[in-house]
């Protein structure tokens, strides 16, 4: 036995025979550590099953990370804005970080607002869209003080549109009063005339007001606010023609609990400049929306909670032209999702899968059932076979594979609201079938709220995180990872992180093949749950068991700039090159993340180059920043080399 092992061991001996037979059980416990610790540190134990490492920021550069992108940089942004802290919230203290996970250097960008709960999406620029955000906390029913409610400011002014600032006082019949609770812009009324042939309209001129909606608080706590009948407000300080112009409506103003509120701000995250610019707000305030990429690069938005904590409808779902930084109300693509649904592009141009993974808001009994989303003529199509359908909240979906297989995996997932109720199900979707329907795969060793998936170069995908009841009560976080191997359907396991994660915690693939974890927002801290709980401010980052398989492959110059369809030679000293592989960046919140994909790649092994062929469908392949990873035969990869596609 080497010395160095056997001072180990003997010196917890003699230890145990000082302090008696009382310590015997901590030193068990300390043998098991070290033996445990030995164990993963192996290099047999890392080439099977990977490895983690905890990453501690210094305290002053430490955020609640929410959300987290890798940018076309390779440095990865870390948006706390409030960080689901009301006394944050409440003194304006919004956070961003940048975070480059090879030299460990930080910067705190300024944030303009608070972007706590948006959504994301990469443009063709390499431009992260960030919409959306918290614009008031929820409150219970028993911490309501103050009566509110949804009103809708009515314009019958077709001459002007007129923006009334927040806290500006609204007063019903009775003289009570209430405050707007954000500015509002009112748009002026449509005036149409119609012409004397005209059916049923002949010769009238018919004016319909402009409204917007907008949430109220009373002007004084008590219940004496509370209105519980459908009931008009008139504007302090307007009179005469304007007090007929402008005025509010309500069916209700109550005491109920009052959710969170969505923002309508929009940016554009500069990766160059490390900045967000604004663009025009959506025309739709949304917390918890989702953002997802058309195959012509503009972004389409669904969901969130609106200005007065309800789902957004169907009919207000928008899209943003990245050319013109303008969002546009799509009615006609009326389709209703609860809060953060699991979009995807598909292959087929203007063909949207929902998976059915959401995190929740929303009634049980809508828009629940995946399907097919088309586009075009506003159809969707649900598909059948998945199992647990009724535990879909905090699940997560993703590509399984290259995207040219078109299959899509569901893992894990919960009851409604806050049921303890978990799956540890994976269920798999071929959408390039005759006839799309989910299949069982194989199933986690434990019922998994809040899984994390990550798509790896070789082409399987990390499941990590999240735990077996709501928010990791009673101490229920899983500490497990598995690998998932889309070619045989099966798992395999993965080293298990140090660090438990659930609620609010994300994953994303580095540019090095290596995998960052960040965040965990848990209720309480201990399993009799007495104990508040913190959220969790360490990162990890996992290295896959493939980076101790070899030598990594090598990738030197070729373009940069890439088009549907173009062949491209790059330069490598590689000889046993086995695939190429492009993957889109990550942009991950609340078990979302659509941005990924991985694209395989037609290659052709040269002298001292290779040659790849990029896919012709931007469908499969939507414009944006992407990292391109040689990978060799026994797996690994190169590190990749960042490339943008048009």
């Known amino acids: 036995m080497p010395h160095w092992i056997r001072r180990k061991i003997v010196l917890p001996l003699v230890a145990a025979g000082v302090l008696g037979v009382a310590n015997v059980p901590p030193l068990y416990s300390a043998t098991v550590d070290w033996l445990h610790d030995r164990k993963i540190n192996s290099p047999e134990y890392k080439s099977a099953n990977g490895y983690w490492q905890v990453v501690e920021l210094p305290k002053s550069q430490r955020v609640n990370a929410i959300h987290a992108a890798l940018l076309p940089s390779g440095r990865i942004l870390l948006i706390a804005g409030s960080g689901n802290n009301r006394e944050q919230f409440e003194a304006g203290t919004f956070k961003t970080l940048v975070f480059d996970p090879v030299s460990g250097h930080t910067t705190l960008v300024p944030t ?169 707000d959506m025309h739709e305030k949304r917390w918890y929306p989702t953002l997802t990429g058309l195959s012509d690069g503009s972004v389409l938005a669904v969901s969130g909670l ?91 979906s993703a590509w399984a594979g290259p995207v040219q297989n078109q299959t899509v995996m569901v893992v894990g997932g919960g009851g409604v609201g806050e049921s303890s109720r978990s799956t540890g199900r994976i269920d798999i979707i071929k959408l390039n079938g005759a006839n799309p329907h989910y299949e069982p795969g194989p199933s986690l060793p434990e019922g998994t709220r809040y899984p994390n998936l990550v798509q790896l170069p070789d082409d399987t995908v990390l499941i990590t995180n999240g735990s077996s009841d709501y928010r990791g009560r009673y101490d229920s976080d899983n500490h497990t990872a598995r690998i998932y191997h889309p070619d045989t359907n099966t798992l395999s396991y993965a080293a298990d992180p140090h660090v438990g994660r659930n609620y609010h915690s994300a994953a994303v693939l580095l540019p090095d093949g290596r995998v960052l974890t960040v965040g965990s927002d848990p209720l309480f801290r201990d399993k009799k749950n007495t104990i508040t709980g913190e959220f969790e401010q360490r990162l990890e980052i996992y290295t896959p068991p493939y980076l101790f398989h070899g030598a990594r492959p090598s990738i030197g110059n070729g373009p940069t700039e890439l088009k549907a369809g173009q062949e491209a030679t790059y330069t490598t000293a590689s000889t046993d090159i086995a695939s190429a592989r492009l993957i889109r960046p990550s942009a991950a919140t609340h078990m979302l993340n659509t941005e990924q994909r991985s694209l395989a790649l037609e290659l052709k092994q040269g002298s001292g180059a290779v040659t790849v062929t990029l896919p012709t469908s931007p469908s499969l392949m939507p414009p944006g920043p992407y990292m391109l990873f040689l990978v060799n035969k026994d797996g690994v990869p190169s590190e990749a080399k960042w490339v943008s596609v048009s």
Not at 154 to 180: C, I, M, Q, W
């Open 112 to 280: 303009p607002t608070d972007l706590f709960c948006a959504g994301h999406a990469f443009l063709p620029d390499g431009n992260l869209l960030v919409a959306g955000g918290t614009l008031r906390y929820e409150v219970l029913e028993q911490d309501v003080k103050r009566a509110g409610g949804t009103v809708t400011v009515k314009n019958e002014s077709p001459d002007e549109t007129r923006t009334f600032k927040k806290g500006t006082v609204l007063v019903g019949a009775d003289g009570h009063k209430y405050t707007l609770g954000d500015d509002v812009t009112v748009p002026a009324a449509t005036k149409v005339t119609y012409p004397p042939h005209h059916t049923g309209e002949q010769g009238k001129t018919v004016v319909t007001a402009g409204e917007v909606r907008v949430w109220v608080d009373a002007a004084a706590e008590g219940k004496d606010y509370v209105v519980d009948h459908h009931a008009q407000y008139v504007f302090e300080g307007l009179s005469g023609t304007d007090q007929h112009n402008f005025y509010a409506l309500a069916d209700k103003i109550t005491m109920d609990k009052q959710d969170y509120q969505g923002r309508k701000e929009t940016y554009e995250f500069n990766p160059v400049t490390e900045q967000y610019e604004r663009v025009a």
């Open 306 to 396: 609106d200005g007065g904590g309800q789902v957004v409808d169907g009919s207000q779902n928008e899209i943003y032209d990245p050319k013109t930084k303008q969002w546009t109300v799509r009615k006609d693509l009326n389709q209703y999702f609860p809060t953060y649904p699991a979009l995807f592009q598909t292959a087929r141009d203007g063909v949207l899968f929902y998976s059915g993974s959401n995190a929740g808001y929303g009634p049980a009994d809508r828009g629940r059932d995946p399907g097919l989303w088309n586009l075009a003529d506003n159809s969707f199509t649900k598909v059948p076979g998945l199992r647990d359908p009724d535990a879909m909240e905090t699940s997560m």
